[in-house]
T-cell receptor
């Protein structure tokens, strides 16, 4: 079967750095996406990785290791508005997205 | 620019009733998707479409039907609603292409009682 694993919940302090991990076992790999979802709202696109390495976008970076089936999302200079769920999704060999359950990130002052 | 619009935002149905969840997008995306999101679970794909007149089943299609008569619209039909269909339903769209992210509507919160 196909599986995406993420921690259920994480807590961090405003201004700090947090790393959210995602491991996957899927039938094929055609890219990995990270989305942000605030409570009661729609997911919004954050980043995309298809090759190994780090992709940086302002305060957010995403890393991929295809050989390890592993990715992380790194959030720097945390702000209260970053409190949200972060969803990892992998595009499989049929180009369908397989979604993790999401990591709820709680930011404390 | 409205993006992906879903109606209604909330609905309560009785067991056995039917309804259609509406989804329309104004970005001229050829790909459209319907997902359901249950608490503590990842998004599950119900149906998807790669263009007008073409639809295909996703991971959890039972109890649902779709149609795609135009590029813009992709309604989801629930026949004989069951409590197991209580969920939040998201419609999404994207361009064709590997790097293209999916854009989501605001969701429909559906309760079957």
């Amino acid at each position: 079967g196909q599986n995406i694993d993420q921690p259920t919940e994480m807590t961090a302090t405003e201004g700090a750095i947090v790393q959210i991990n995602c491991t996957y076992q899927t039938s094929g790999f055609n890219g990995l996406f990270w989305y942000q979802q605030h409570a009661g709202e729609a997911p919004t696109f954050l980043s995309y990785n298809v090759l190994d390495g780090l992709e940086e976008k302002g305060r957010f970076s995403s890393f991929l290791s295809r050989s390890k089936g592993y990715s992380y999302l790194l959030l720097k200079e945390l702000q209260m508005k970053d409190s949200a769920s972060y969803l990892c999704a992998v595009r499989d060999r049929n180009y369908q997205l397989i979604w993790g359950a999401g990591t709820k990130l709680i930011i404390k002052p | 620019n409205a993006g992906v619009t879903q109606t209604p935002k909330f609905r309560i149905l009785k067991i056995g009733q039917s309804m259609t969840l509406q989804c329309t997008q104004d970005m001229n995306h050829n790909y459209m998707y319907w997902y359901r999101q249950d608490p503590g679970m990842g998004l599950k794909l119900i149906y998807y479409s790669v263009g007008a007149g073409i639809t295909d089943k996703g991971e959890v299609p039972n109890g649902y039907n779709v149609s795609r008569s135009t590029t813009e619209d992709f309604p989801l039909r629930l026949e004989l609603a069951a409590p197991s269909q209580t969920s939040v339903y998201f419609c999404a769209s994207s361009y064709e292409g590997e790097v293209q992210p999916q854009h989501f509507g605001d969701g429909t919160r559906l309760s079957i009682l």
